[in-house]
Nanobody, 119 residues
Framework: QVQLVESGGGLVQPGGSLRLSCAAS????????MGWYRQAPGKQRERVAT???????NYADSVKERFTISRDNAKNTVYLQMNSLKPEDTAVYYC?????????????WGQGTQVTVSS
């Protein structure tokens, strides 16, 4: 089992910045993909950004040029730097990790952290 602990959410004004962190612990072998998803009220959960342990990244079109995902493999931690935040970025943000053991993938989710962008 892998446990994920998120931090960094909060209330910010439009145009502001926040940095989310997610630390993984437990039985860690290979954290293939670490990333962030979000879910706004009344909407489906959507992928925000992911990064593999080999450095490949993917961003949702809506956050490109504003959000940056990074990870510290030594600390088993993934970060999401969010700049130029907009009210439509308001959502619960979830950390997601996919671990691979002997070609079998195991997926884990964090508890979620609220990000509210409002004046």
């Amino acid at each position: 089992q892998v446990q994920l602990v998120e931090s960094g959410g909060g209330l910010v004004q439009p145009g502001g910045s926040l940095r989310l962190s997610c630390a993984a612990s437990g039985s860690i072998f290979r954290l293939y993909t670490m990333g962030w998803y979000r879910q706004a009220p009344g909407k489906q959960r959507e992928r925000v950004a992911t990064k593999t342990d080999l450095g490949n990244t993917n961003y949702a079109d809506s956050v490109k040029e504003r959000f940056t995902i990074s990870r510290d493999n030594a600390k088993n931690t993934v970060y999401l730097q969010m700049n130029s935040l907009k009210p439509e970025d308001t959502a619960v943000y979830y950390c997601n990790v996919i671990q691979r053991i002997n070609a079998v993938s195991y997926e884990y989710w964090g508890q979620g952290t609220q990000v509210t962008v409002s004046s």
